[in-house]
């Protein structure tokens, strides 16, 4: 498995172990390393394998959690982290088909009443249980052994997590929350294949919000207008049929109709054209 040396998102897309359930990963951060960084669109588990981290999220007062605890962080959440010591940490990031597996075959035997207090600045902080730890250990033999059918026993034993997890009061209503909240509905139509031929305002009245209030607070909670998310989303997953398509093609997929238009947005983001691209894949 890729080691992450910073927190950077293009590192974190390029080298996270992604399966059909979550994308894991693994970070090796240096001694007196510091940074900050988001949760982005979800729910994310945070443990440490050796080494302490310095944490301080959504503008939270600073605290200091080690490998005997885990982080439930929000969708959307800012952190900051340093480090005292040489660090070793193992992140999940569960989709949304995880969570709505799990939670379908598991609610109705879980007796846990829902909270309304919760918000995007919650986080649930708490020490490792005896079965979380057996699962993140199993999760490393996993890793380790790279067995070749490692997708399927990754995804397994995450739904064992997903599980665990939801027992626990504050970790359930963090899933939830993010599971029913408007905005990350939208964010789902946004990367579905509908919501490449949605607008804005069809996206706004899908989730039954005016297009002010929608504006307003999707950039309160991912800290970017819904046009300006939604193309970088669009430009992101154009990079992955770029490899099998042509940019023709690849364009209309992700719901431009004008190509040229798509080729100024892409060279303006990345910095190359889309054919570039293509042919920087294929070295």
């Known amino acids: 498995m890729y080691k992450i040396h910073n927190f950077n998102k293009v590192a974190e897309t390029e080298y996270a172990f992604a399966t059909d359930s979550l994308n894991l990963l693994y970070y090796d951060l240096p001694k007196h390393y510091n940074d900050e960084y988001r949760s982005y669109d ?92 057996a699962l993140q250990d199993r999760m490393q033999e996993i890793m380790a052994e790279r067995d070749l059918n490692m997708k399927f026993l990754v995804d397994i034993t995450c739904q064992e997590l997903v599980y665990e997890l939801m027992k626990i009061q504050g970790c359930h209503e963090i899933i939830q929350h993010h599971q ?53 989303l669009r430009l992101q997953k154009s990079r992955q049929y770029l490899r099998h398509l042509s940019v023709t093609d690849t364009a209309y997929e992700v719901g431009y109709d004008n190509i040229s238009y798509y080729i100024r947005q892409f060279k303006k983001e990345y910095g190359l054209t889309p054919k570039q691209y293509q042919l920087m894949e294929v070295r």
């Open 42 to 133: 979800a729910p994310r588990l945070c443990t440490i394998i050796d080494g302490a981290k310095t944490v301080s999220i959504n503008q939270s007062e600073q605290f200091v959690y080690n490998r005997d605890q885990f982080i439930l962080l929000p969708p959307h959440s800012n952190v900051y982290m340093s480090m005292s010591e040489y660090t070793r940490a193992l992140v999940y990031e569960f989709s949304d088909q995880l969570i709505n597996d799990v939670n379908q075959k598991v609610s109705s035997q879980l007796e846990i009443e829902p909270s309304k207090n919760i918000t995007y600045s919650t986080f649930f902080l708490d020490s490792i249980s005896h079965r979380l730890s």
């Open 180 to 232: 029913h909240h408007p905005i990350n509905k939208a964010i789902r139509l946004m990367n579905s294949t509908q919501g490449n031929y949605m607008s804005i305002s069809d996206i706004a009245e899908e989730v039954d919000m005016s297009i002010s209030n929608f504006s307003q607070k999707f950039k309160f909670i991912t800290n970017q207008c819904p046009k300006d998310y939604f193309t970088r």
